[in-house]
């Protein structure tokens, strides 16, 4: 507690400091673009700019660690959680705890009166694990795999199995050019149950088991690395199913695509937001805009917009309807209790240690080098 | 000997026990929930599961690792056991059958608690042990402690020690059902209302505690849609035989790897070390023979997922481990590495199947009936393995079929080599429960315990008439000659004498008559006894044949109804 009330006085020194060459000042925010950009500046970049006066500018960013090379890198990232715990441990994050954040009250409140709110910030009301040692989780999304309704009018796909199984599902698939969720649906094709998954996925065997079943998709697979091009894939009929976010694609379909999707073997996971260490930003604005975005009111905006859900408990009370379609929202977030019947939730830590091995592994493959036999 | 104190009144037994099943289920499930959650830490911590192994990016610290633990593991688990222990040995099932069958008390409490660490350090290690034998001693031992409240109640102690076996299978497998049949089958051996309905309690306990309040998955699921062809029955028994035969050689490999270890020129502390050594240095090379293994569990119900020399290798390999640890001192059960060896056989009995080019109903089946078969025979219960089946993977296809395979498997291993691993070890220790609890009962009973009589001695050089006179005043047919030394010598009988006769007493006496020793249990006595007609039995001591005092028939044959009778008592007992 010494700690966090000497850094809050810090804060306001520098603050006030701050204060007097008060020009345009301004935030780049790297984030991921299309249809959760587009919710994110009507529920927290816009919002932001108003009461606080701080300029936002996006840069897209999708994904990896490869952003930090560049000079300067954005002064906020919208993370995964995998990747911004290995950048964390790779020294290219800054700390941010609960207590920084509460302590930021005084000093934020001070210099920009109009984000002042009785959000008492209580650690309770946070879901568990959401502050790690240089992220703060903001949302959780799910990657799950669409179909497009119109290529099969008999039967549809419902199980994640129905991915692998071209027969009686034949098509193209568009899938990330990653291991990761690939990998984690062929073990629960393979019958592996949620609790084992990483378990399995850790020896040389899961990963040999990985490739035979990813083996029959070879020749079928578009492979994507900015999930827009997910959606753009599947809506112009280039591939019959698609692996993605859940927010991308509910977006498409209330825009009238005809996608479904399999919440069979969806992956839960959390987006977070972190602050490169080589970022020159001031230490306050970026405190304030993450203080804003973490209120539960603006948590629900964004889910109210795009179905990704809050990790403040207080926040689903203000969820509501989606603003076109008037469908309610909670019932689309990937948390939503009929969506977690075979839910499984990514294991960041072990994603994180694990990237480089996995990515060795899945590359191998593609180049042909593993091939998965039976 | 358990004493049955005075009666006490049915609602206060009611209550009683009640209270005792709940309280003891619910304690002894906390802590068995506590052991599993300590040795996955430590697993993971000490980088033996492959989920943390795989997460080590210096692969040359991995490799020193992986020797480094399991032998430090050995050293302090020899320490611990070797220093802090009474028995020097790390306790378990074998013991807690001992206690209930022939009502005595478990070993002390410390021995039993520093067994139980010990057991957490050896699983957390990676040793090739298993983790529900020392859950059963974990059980058993909070059991024993209600032996210090005077209950009054007949059976306490057994009951009390089924209660908290129960509640520690219901709990490690998340089968109630099969916590109370395994208490009934291999600890108690028999099933009264009595004891029958706390443990149902306890049992039920331990599934709430471990379901509800602390919500854990299924320890295995797996798909199975039912068997295609009826010749797969028969399939099913010829894989029990074949798990047979190979638990036998479990069995024997386990004995002789305990014997291997005691004409070791290692001394005993340094000897889990050893084993520990050898595990890490074979873990090189084959990383799956580290620890428990649940992911090797999964992987042999997946088609495909090994090769036919890796199955093979790695049940040979996890065998020998296995037998290594424990025999050279590591504490811990030889259930899960039975359960592990069985898959894996199974699963290559599967592959030679297809390589044959049977059609059959996919590798489950066959892989779970030889994981149950040959680890129910390894521990001597069928019944529970075919309930842990049943609760663990809820499918009644699959049940069925292991059935099969589990009924052959105990059957041929009960005639080869006996009812269980805990059996043969027992009698290793000189009990034999073959032949039920009574004679492994009589069997503890020395005659020393019992009340010997005075007789009338004569010395061999006494003349018969004053030997008859003696014999006439005591009013006894029968006299026994002791040398100076009261050495046992020889019987004289009243009908060989007449008063008369003045020749001395051992031209008379029978040299060739019965005679017992003290340290002969009941057991034997019975056994001697058979055509014996006469007034009294001489006892000797063993050593020099001194006279110690004569036993009547009548002394022989009351201890004996005394003890069937406390058997019948206890088995047949409603409340």
């Known amino acids: 507690m010494r700690f966090s009330a000497g850094f809050s006085i810090l804060l306001i020194l520098t603050s006030v400091s701050a204060h007097a060459d008060e020009s345009e000042q301004s935030l780049r925010i790297g984030t991921w673009g299309g249809a959760y950009e587009v919710a994110q500046q009507a529920a927290l970049f816009k919002p932001f700019e108003q009461v606080s006066g701080i300029r936002i500018q996006t840069t897209d960013y999708t994904g990896g660690l490869e952003v930090f090379k560049e000079r300067p890198p954005p002064d906020i990232l919208d993370m995964l959680e995998d990747e911004a715990e290995a950048a964390c441990q790779a020294g290219l994050l800054k700390p941010i705890s609960h207590a920084s954040l509460l302590a930021a009250k005084t000093s934020t409140e001070l210099q920009y009166q109009a984000l002042a709110n009785n959000d008492d910030f209580s650690l309770e009301d946070f879901h568990l694990g959401v502050f790690g040692r240089c992220s703060v989780a903001h949302l959780t999304y799910s990657t799950l795999i669409a179909y497009d309704e119109t290529a099969f009018t008999g039967e549809k796909p419902v199980r994640i199995d129905d991915l692998f199984d071209l027969q009686r599902f034949p098509g193209k698939r568009a899938l990330q050019r990653s291991p990761a969720a690939l990998f984690e649906w062929a073990m629960m094709a393979e019958g592996v149950p949620l609790g084992q998954i990483y378990d399995l996925l850790s020896t040389e065997r899961g990963l040999r088991l990985v490739t035979r079943r990813i083996e029959v998709l070879r020749n079928q697979v578009i492979w994507w690395d900015d999930p827009a091009e997910a959606v753009a894939l599947l809506r112009q009929g280039d591939v019959v199913m698609a692996s993605g976010y859940n927010g991308r694609f509910f977006d498409a379909w209330s825009r009238g695509a005809p996608i479904n999707m399999i919440w069979d073997g969806q992956i839960i996971d959390r987006s977070v937001w972190a602050m490169p260490k080589t970022s020159a930003a001031d230490k306050l604005s970026t405190l304030a805009f993450l203080r804003f975005a973490l209120q539960p009111e603006r948590l629900a905006h964004v889910a109210r917009l795009i179905p990704y859900g809050p990790l403040r408990y207080s926040a689903f009370r203000y969820i509501g309807l989606h603003p076109d379609t008037g469908m309610v929202m909670s019932d689309h977030l990937p948390t939503a209790g009929h969506h977690l019947a075979n839910a499984l939730y990514r294991d960041t830590r072990w994603y994180a240690r694990t990237s480089r091995l996995r990515e060795q592994y899945f590359n191998d493959w593609i180049n042909g080098t593993v091939v998965g036999t039976d | ?575």
């Open chain 2, 1 to 575: 000997m358990d004493t049955d104190s005075a009666p006490s009144s049915t609602p206060y037994r009611f209550v009683v026990l009640t209270m005792m099943g709940c309280g003891l289920g619910t304690l002894v499930s906390l802590s068995a929930l506590l052991f599993v959650e300590c040795v996955s830490w430590l697993n993971t911590w000490l980088l033996i599961s492959p989920r943390a192994r795989v997460q080590v990016l210096d692969r040359e610290l991995l490799a020193m690792l992986t020797v480094l633990v399991p032998t430090m593991g050995g050293l302090l688990v020899g320490f611990l056991l070797h220093k802090l222990t009474l028995e020097k040995r790390a306790l378990g099932p074998a013991d807690v059958i001992l206690a209930a069958q022939l009502r005595q008390p478990m070993p002390d409490v410390r021995s039993g608690v520093v067994s139980s660490v010990a057991s957490v350090v050896s699983l957390g290690c990676g040793a090739s042990v298993g983790q529900y034998g020392p859950l059963v001693y974990l059980g058993a031992l909070q059991a024993s402690m209600l032996d210090r409240l005077k209950l009054r109640i007949p059976n306490a102690r057994s009951i009390a020690i089924a209660c908290g076996v129960a509640a520690a299978i219901s709990t490690a497998f998340n089968a109630p059902i099969a916590g109370l049949v395994f208490a009934h089958e291999v600890i108690l051996r028999h099933y009264s209302l009595q004891a029958f309905a706390p443990t149902t309690v306890a049992s039920a306990s331990g599934f709430i505690v471990a379901n509800v309040l602390f919500d854990r998955p299924p320890l295995f699921l797996v798909r199975f849609e039912g068997v295609n062809y009826a010749y797969e029955f028969a399939l099913f028994a010829l894989l029990g035989i074949a798990c047979a035969l190979l638990a036998v050689v479990f069995m024997k490999s386990v004995i002789a790897s305990a014997r291997l270890a005691s004409v070791s020129r290692i001394h005993p502390v340094l000897r889990p070390a050893a084993a520990g050594l050898v595990v890490g240095m074979v873990a090189l090379k084959l990383p799956d023979v580290l620890g428990i293994g649940t992911e090797l569990l999964r992987f042999a119900t997946i088609e495909g997922a090994f090769g036919n020399l890796e199955l093979t290798s790695l049940v040979i390999a996890k065998l020998l481990l296995t037998a290594l640890c424990l025999g050279f001192g590591f504490a811990g059960g030889i259930f899960s590495p039975s359960l592990l060896v069985g898959i894996l056989f199974g699963a290559l009995c599967w592959n030679l199947l297809g390589a044959a080019g049977v059609e059959t109903s996919g590798i489950a089946v066959y892989a779970i009936s030889s994981m149950v078969a040959l680890a129910s025979a390894m521990i001597g219960a069928p019944l529970t393995a075919i309930l842990i089946v049943f609760e663990l993977t809820r499918n009644y296809e699959l049940t069925i079929a292991a059935m099969v395979s589990v009924v052959f498997a105990n059957l041929i291993v009960f005639r080869l080599a006996g009812r269980s691993l805990f059996d043969i070890q027992l009698a290793a220790r000189g009990v034999d429960l073959s032949g039920g609890r009574d004679r492994a009962q009589m069997q503890r009973v020395r005659l020393s315990s019992l009340d010997l009589s005075e007789a009338v001695t004569v010395r061999p050089d006494e003349s018969v008439s004053t030997a008859h006179a003696r014999m006439i005043g005591e009013r006894r047919a029968e006299a026994v000659v002791v040398d100076s030394r009261h050495r046992f010598v020889g019987l004289l009988r009243l009908q060989d004498l007449d008063n008369e006769s003045s020749c001395s007493v051992k031209e008379k006496l029978h040299s060739d008559s019965l005679v017992l020793f003290e340290d002969s249990s009941l057991w034997d006595a019975m056994n001697d006894m058979k055509g014996f007609i006469g007034e009294s039995i001489p006892v000797l001591s063993r050593r020099d044949h001194q006279f110690l005092g004569v036993l009547s028939e009548g002394a022989i044959i009351t201890s004996y109804m005394q003890t069937v009778h406390r058997a019948r008592r206890e088995e047949n007992d409603a409340l």
